[in-house]
């Protein structure tokens, strides 16, 4: 088991800056990739971002590329997203997830396990 924590979310005004941290517990070594996906209500939940635990490659949705950084710590097992230049449309539930594959995916269908998610609300 994995179990995952998000923390860090809350409200900030447009073109403001949040950092979501995920720590990450339990069967962390058998996971290759940590995930970001958010989803807002009414709509299906979407990628925003991945890292590879070994390496760290990192991988982007279109819409946040430029303006969001995805971090890991190895030795804490934690996984950050830096929030910069954010949008209303940036407004939703994020979610932490990891996958054990060896190959990345932006399907959530892809992740096996998943955190609470944490709430980000950007205002106008």
């Known amino acids: 088991q994995v179990q995952l924590v998000e923390s860090g979310g809350g409200l900030v005004r447009t073109g403001g800056s949040l950092r979501l941290s995920c720590a990450a517990s339990?069967?962390?070594?058998?996971?290759?990739?940590m995930g970001w996906f958010r989803q807002a209500p009414g709509k299906e939940r979407e990628f925003v971002a991945a890292?590879?635990?070994?390496?760290?490659?990192?991988y982007y949705a279109d819409s946040v590329k430029g303006r969001f950084t995805i971090s890991r710590d190895n030795a804490k097992n934690t996984v950050d997203l830096q929030m910069n230049s954010l949008k209303p449309e940036d407004t939703a539930v994020y979610y932490c997830a990891a996958r054990f594959g060896t190959v990345v995916t932006t399907t959530p269908h892809g992740y096996n396990y998943w955190g609470q998610g944490t709430q980000v609300t950007v205002s106008s």
């Open positions: 890292i590879r635990w070994s390496g760290g490659s990192t």
């Open positions: 339990g069967r962390t070594p058998s996971s290759n990739f």
